[in-house]
């Protein structure tokens, strides 16, 4: 007689409490069935138990669950046939495919990415729990777009060798935008102004650019503190966000966030001690703390005071030293008095500064940044100033600098730099379009960091309307320990001005120089030049320039000149791109000898930069040069300066201010001024994103000379002469380059001069 017992009793006896149990026997072999891609061999490893072995209703329980566990199959029996252990398995169905309709926001594979993560991938065995939580997965990526109202339908549809197809059916809806952002409890400022600080906004023109409009919760938790720290620093010391709700419409369309807060009352600052440890005097750190008694309390300036305190003492080796401002309010009379803790720690030294991550750059070249050196004190301003002189070589991505404590030690730190190289290499096309040089196209290969020695090649030419050349460059940054650099430069230049109206002629130069840069600061640097130029010019002695015609017959058409120059700059600006406060300041020097028109050239520029609001800046730039030949000749006119036009005097013809010869063309002059003022604020809807700003601008200047051949300009420096302009404009710091706009209105101006109200300029012109 055949004794069989099927799971549902197996699982009864496991499970239940059972009116039967299953009757031990020594198992005397062992079948297993309805496998298609599972080995047999792997059944066995579930198995608790072996041939000769015992099995009873506890290792049934066991083998059912570890089979279940493994997630391969939707059904399992257990049978016994004469002491035959039976295993009859019905395996769970592979996934083929994965179809996927409807996607426009994401691509196939970005999408069918998430749902890996989510276990649903091809190949992998198929499970209706993940298919669940990959649809919810697939709604969350889109959810982060902003898509509230996407719709994914999933389907599966079975397939022959027990496989199956699964297909999302996907109706993406429309971007869910901020219909409207309401703040209640506010009373000492209006909710227009509050909004006006927050990166989320309602629908505008311009948000589909800034994506301001489309709501998220990190966004918006940003916005609340981004309000705490405004209402703080108004003086609104217990300031509270009570509460907020996000709403959307029943189309999912449509957002609207409520923000409750409570103001509470407005202090001001009242006595301010200091306490703990004053190991720097009591009256330098007095002198480092941004409030006074009677200010309204600005918390950004008490956080600041905080800082500057600590950075002063890790300045002379207190790494960990912590200053903490404790207040003490005074309700009744709105003050609010502060205690300032000062906890130096231990003095700390660097054992080692340790470099990681550069694995083409040498160490040499990121170690002869560090301002911070090993086995002295630590200095909290050189290791910062260290870690900005690594990021500024522009060879990484990353530069991270932590300084861990050294283990078994209390007063001993080693500096951690990690870098994440990029590539210093690249191979570069541009064009460019400007009106005065119109289409310009530029090509060259750069290497910033050859070999990973930090020094410098490049090889260019470039192409435009009036010029054609090619330059090839070589530095090191480092000719000396100490920092002075060592560049060369090769340069072939062909110019015919005629094409840009200043002048007929034609000047093809040709040069070689070398540089010298000597850092006497970490803001200030001096470079010296010596060149070897060649000028060649050709004028048609009728119908070409009387300017250069009267060159060529008074000093011949080739010139070879000895060409010194020396320069200082001095940078302060946060940014070179889009600066927000700062001075950039620069004195040039230039001579020519050994020729026969000697000449020196001077120039001065000045530029600072104003934040009036954490938005709107003003820019303030002066420029003044001058330029005068030795023996009581004239300046070669093609050493002249030139003025109008974007860089300038917008509003006027580029290159067409000053002098001009009997001809009418623009020759420039031998002195050059012009003045600008600038107030930049963001473009509406964009609100903190400085990459694109509008501005309204002030321009004036205008270039001198005794080329004065039509009497159309004055010889004589004089500022009744200068030319001035007001306008507006508008700079993107695109994807493709910069591009500058502007419309200028001409409102000192005179008879003669070449207006040019609305201009532009796309890319960087050479």
Wanted: glycine residues 10%; neutral net charge.
């Amino acid at each position: 007689m055949i004794k069989q017992k099927t799971l549902a009793v197996a699982l009864l006896a496991a499970f239940a409490a059972p009116a039967w149990a299953l009757e031990p026997f020594v198992v005397k072999d062992i079948r297993v069935e309805g496998l298609q891609r599972t080995e047999v061999g792997t059944i066995f490893t579930y198995l608790p138990v072996k041939v000769g072995e015992t099995f009873d209703d506890s290792k049934a329980s066991a083998a059912v669950k570890a089979l279940y566990g493994t997630g391969f199959f939707k059904d399992v029996r257990l049978e016994v046939e004469d002491n035959v252990l039976v295993v009859t398995l019905v395996e769970r169905p592979s996934i083929a495919q994965i179809n996927i309709t409807g996607a426009k926001e994401f691509n196939a594979d970005q999408l069918k990415k998430a749902m890996k993560g989510a276990g649903l991938a091809e190949s992998l065995i198929f499970d209706k729990s993940l298919l669940d939580q990959a649809e919810q997965e697939l709604k969350r990526q889109y959810f982060n777009r902003g898509k509230y109202s996407v719709d994914i339908k999933t389907s599966v549809t079975p397939l022959e060798r027990n496989r199956v197809a699964v297909n999302f059916d996907i109706s993406e809806g429309v971007v869910a935008r901020i219909k409207r952002i309401s703040i209640v409890g506010n009373q000492a400022f209006s909710e227009d102004d509050l909004i006006d600080e927050m990166r989320l906004s309602t629908s505008g023109w311009m948000t589909w650019l800034s994506k301001a409009d489309q709501y998220s919760k990190q966004k918006l938790e940003a916005d609340l503190e981004t309000l705490r720290s405004y209402y703080q620093n108004q003086g609104y010391l217990e300031f509270n966000v009570d509460s907020t709700q996000v709403n959307i419409s029943p189309d999912k369309e449509d957002i609207y966030i409520t923000v409750n807060v409570t103001e509470g009352k407005q202090y001001k600052v009242g006595e301010l001690k200091l306490a703990g440890e004053l190991l720097v005097p009591e009256e330098e750190l007095r002198k480092l703390i941004q409030l006074a008694p009677g200010d309204v309390f600005n918390r950004d300036k008490l956080v600041s005071s905080n800082s500057a305190m600590a950075d002063r003492l890790s300045n002379d080796g207190y790494a960990f030293a912590n200053v903490n401002a404790v207040p003490q309010l005074d309700r009744d009379k709105q003050t609010a008095s502060f205690t300032f803790y000062v906890d130096p720690g231990r003095k700390v030294y660097v054992r080692r500064i340790n470099i990681s991550g550069n694995t083409r750059t040498k160490d040499e070249v990121i170690r002869r940044e560090m301002r911070q050196m090993e086995n002295a004190s630590y200095d909290g301003d050189k290791v910062k100033r260290s870690r900005n002189r690594v990021d500024n070589l522009g060879y990484f991505t990353e530069v991270g600098l932590d300084t861990p404590a050294v283990p078994g030690t209390t007063d001993q730190v080693d500096v951690e730099v990690k870098v994440k190289e990029k590539p210093s290499g690249n191979i570069q096309f541009g064009v460019g379009y400007g009106q005065t040089e119109g289409v310009v196209i530029q090509a060259g290969i750069t290497q910033s960091n050859i070999f990973g020695t930090g020094k410098y090649v490049s090889a260019s030419i470039n192409t435009s309307k009036s010029q054609r050349g090619f330059n090839l460059s070589y530095t090191d940054p480092y000719f000396t320990v100490d920092g002075l650099s060592l560049g060369y430069d090769l340069y072939v230049n062909n110019a015919k001005p005629e094409k840009i109206d200043t002048g007929k002629y034609v000047m093809a130069t040709a040069g070689i120089g070398a540089r010298l840069g000597m850092p006497i600061s970490e803001e200030d640097v001096i470079n010296f030049g010596l060149t070897f130029d060649q000028t060649k010019l050709t004028s048609d002695p009728v119908s070409g320039s009387p300017i250069a015609n009267a060159f060529i017959k008074q000093n011949g058409n080739r010139i070879r000149t000895v060409i010194g120059s020396a320069s200082w700059a001095s940078d302060t600006r946060d940014s070179a791109v889009a600066p927000n406060e700062g001075r950039y300041q620069s004195a040039t020097f230039e001579t020519g000898v050994g020729t026969k028109v000697p000449y020196y050239k001077l120039g001065y520029q000045y530029q600072q930069f104003f934040p009036l609001s954490r938005e709107v800046t003003l820019m303030l730039n002066g420029e003044i040069a001058m330029g005068k030949a030795t023996g009581g000749k004239d300046l070669p006119f093609y050493r002249n300066y030139f003025a109008g036009g974007v860089g300038s005097v917008r509003g006027f013809d580029g290159s067409s201010l000053g002098p001009r010869d009997s001809t009418g063309s623009s020759i420039g002059g031998d002195k050059r001024l012009v003045l600008n003022a600038e107030m930049f604020f963001p473009f509406p809807g964009m609100k903190h994103d400085r990459t694109l700003r509008l501005s309204a601008f002030l321009d004036a200047g205008n270039v001198f000379g005794p080329n004065d051949v039509s009497g159309l300009a004055s010889n004589k420096f004089s500022l009744g002469e200068l030319r001035a302009s007001v306008g507006v404009g508008l700079s993107w710091i695109s994807p493709l380059g910069p591009l500058k706009f502007s419309m200028a209105q001409p409102i000192r101006k005179k008879s003669g001069d070449r207006k040019q109200r609305f201009q532009f300029q796309i890319g960087s012109v050479f």
